[in-house]
């Protein structure tokens, strides 16, 4: 960091929205109108690691694409009463990006619908315009729900540490084009194999520092974080937890990480805060089942 005893200033590029999450009080009957809880809560990549980033103290501004509707308000209401800026977010005349998950009981998705045609306006034009001024920050976050040309258009517009979540194995190609400009990618090993065309997550990371990364971290899951860089490698291991939904503890991760890095910390120890910042979600996650538990 260039200022010393500030808090980091972290730019976050990519994709907000509102989940809509139906779980059946029973076995899933298709075509049928099932009993159930229905839960509403804002989500997305980019929306979730700015939050982690601001949990940690961070100053973050996401940039992101929302829609001229009521989900467009509540999304920006969330968003301020965690700190999160959005004056650069871009405004559009579409839906605001929304997801709709339909789970069983046992927790599997048995269906789910998603309208992110808000984020096809996030152009690398638009983006260009959006990040017209914007200076100060310490490191940026950029997520593959943009397009390979925004995303290329950030790579070639910011010159500051850029750290990548590829977001699933599909979407992570898009990032092809920009590798040689990352500082840091946190792939799951599903995506690192995706990008590499390398099985084995040591023989991955070392094809994807030939892509010109700075630096690897590939999420095993319960197996823990492997870290590489062109000198140095290592495997962190996992801290064990109870069962719990691991979803949305990759997007802590690569907070963590991004944290770390714009804090310049060396490799093992970002990986490690990335590590850390993933077990805290699961035991906010572990805590808020239990509260709930507790009040049925």
Do not use: W
Not at 257 to 268: D, F, M, S, V, W
Request: glycine share 10%; hydrophobic share 45%; net charge negative.
């Amino acid at each position: 960091m260039s200022r010393q005893h500030e808090k980091p200033r972290m730019l976050v590029i990519g994709g907000m929205n509102m989940d809509f999450l139906g779980t059946a009080g029973g076995a899933f009957v298709a075509g049928d109108s099932l009993p159930g809880t229905i839960s509403l809560r804002p989500g997305g990549v980019g929306r979730n690691i700015a939050q982690t980033l601001a949990s940690h103290g961070a100053e973050v501004e996401l940039v992101c694409a929302l829609g001229a509707d009521r989900t467009a308000d509540i999304l920006k209401a969330s968003c301020g009463k965690l700190g999160i800026g959005l004056q650069h977010a871009l405004q559009t005349s579409l839906p605001s990006p929304s997801y709709m998950a339909i789970h069983g009981m046992d927790g599997d998705m048995a269906a789910a619908i998603n309208d992110m045609r808000a984020m096809d306006a996030l152009t690398g034009e638009a983006l260009a315009a959006a990040l017209s001024g914007l200076t100060g920050f310490d490191a940026c976050v950029l997520d593959a729900n943009l397009s390979e040309d925004t995303l290329v258009t950030a790579a070639q517009t910011l010159h500051l540490p850029l750290i990548a979540d590829p977001v699933s194995a599909a979407k992570c190609r898009r990032l092809l084009p920009v590798m040689n400009r990352l500082k840091a990618i946190k792939p799951n090993l599903m995506e690192a194999r995706a990008l590499s065309g390398k099985q084995e997550f040591h023989e991955a990371a070392e094809e994807l520092l030939k892509m010109g990364v700075e630096q690897v971290y590939i999420s095993l899951g319960k197996d823990g974080l492997y870290y590489a860089d062109r000198e140095t490698s290592g495997l962190l291991p996992a801290s064990p937890l109870p069962p719990v939904s691991l979803t949305g503890a990759g997007d802590a991760m690569t907070a963590g990480l991004a944290l770390a890095i714009a804090k310049g910390l060396p490799l093992e120890e970002a990986a490690q805060a990335g590590i850390d910042a993933a077990r805290a979600f699961l035991l906010r996650q572990i805590a808020n089942e239990h509260n709930c538990e507790e009040t049925t």
